[in-house]
């Protein structure tokens, strides 16, 4: 059979017009583009700043390239179950999981992927909200020989507030530091954004070979209604009221204070790892729980 190809090249093109054509009034999701809300401050997501406040690689001009073992966090879900944690805000540059570098001072084994990651326990958006002036943060540090480890604080104008480095055991498990109340430090300002930094020192002598994590920190005033509504609860109810109005620090210190209070408490181990869980960190739920600070 004789094929006229310009009149069937035709004929498309006339059927894909006439189909422009009739579906051109008819809304689609498909065509809207998101547009993120503005905030007023960088909205690059991804691989976080470094101690000296330029956004994207650890501290030094020869820094090396990281490798990104794959930890397989889970996705959190769009609707957390009750007690889990209501997100308030979008998200900011930061880094919640920390990659290994090519330095000499890795101090990393990471021919297991699925622990050897050090992970920042924050919302996905890196991110977090509290009601303290002096708030605790929490990581999950894989087996290591890191020769100490570091946190530091940067306000919004990225200038350092606070700085302290202490020993690990080298063990693998939950890591917590709070900010003191002594020292010197002011406590946080409410509606300030801050900055901190967690890192592994894996060699002193090269920290361009530490391993980080980055997030912000935010310090709110409480409406008098949630104020009431917290001074009214039992210790127990606490976390779940925390988490619902997106106070993260809060919510997560609360619990892990239940839980080193009683560590049998099983209603505080389930209410750790359903909040663990509503930000993608149930995989981790299950790591010991260390006090450092």
């Known amino acids: 059979m004789h094929c006229d190809r310009p009149r069937l090249i035709r004929i498309a093109a006339y059927l894909t017009t006439l189909g422009l054509l009739l579906n051109s009034g008819l809304p689609s ?10 905030r007023g401050l960088p909205q690059r997501l991804g691989d ?13 001009t020869d820094a090396p390239p990281t490798d990104q073992p794959s930890f397989e966090l889970e996705s959190p879900s769009a609707r957390p179950a009750p007690g889990g944690y209501t997100p308030p805000a979008p998200g900011l540059p930061g880094r919640r999981e920390a990659g290994g570098t090519r330095g000499s001072g890795n101090c990393i084994d990471h021919s297991q992927l699925d622990d050897s990651q ?5 919302p996905i958006d890196n991110y977090g909200r509290t009601l303290s002036g002096y708030p605790t943060l929490f990581w999950r540090v894989p087996p290591n020989q890191a020769e100490a480890i570091e946190l530091v604080l940067f306000d919004e104008a990225d200038n350092e507030i606070y700085r302290t480095i202490l020993q690990i055991t080298g063990e693998a498990g939950i890591v917590s530091l709070a900010l003191p109340a002594h020292a010197g430090m002011l ?21 361009s070979a530490d391993l980080y994590t980055e997030g912000w920190l935010h310090r ?13 609860a039992a210790e127990s109810d606490r976390p779940s009221i925390y988490a619902a109005a997106g106070l993260w620090h809060d919510a997560l210190s609360a619990i892990a204070e239940q839980r080193r209070t009683n560590p049998e408490d099983e209603a505080a181990a389930a209410r750790w790892r359903n909040l663990l869980e509503s930000v993608g960190l ?11 600070d």
């Open 29 to 38: 999701a498909l065509a809207q583009q998101y547009v993120p809300p503005e």
């Open 118 to 122: 050090l992970v920042a326990l924050m």
């Open 282 to 292: 149930g995989v981790i739920a299950d790591e010991p729980l260390d006090h450092a």
């Open 48 to 60: 976080g700043g470094t101690r000296a406040g330029d956004f994207g690689s650890p501290s030094g």
């Open 220 to 232: 709110v005033e409480p409406a008098p209604d949630l104020a009431a509504e917290i001074d009214e």
């Open 187 to 207: 406590p946080l300002e409410v509606d300030a954004l801050y900055r901190w930094s967690f890192s592994l020192i894996c060699d002193s002598a090269d920290r």
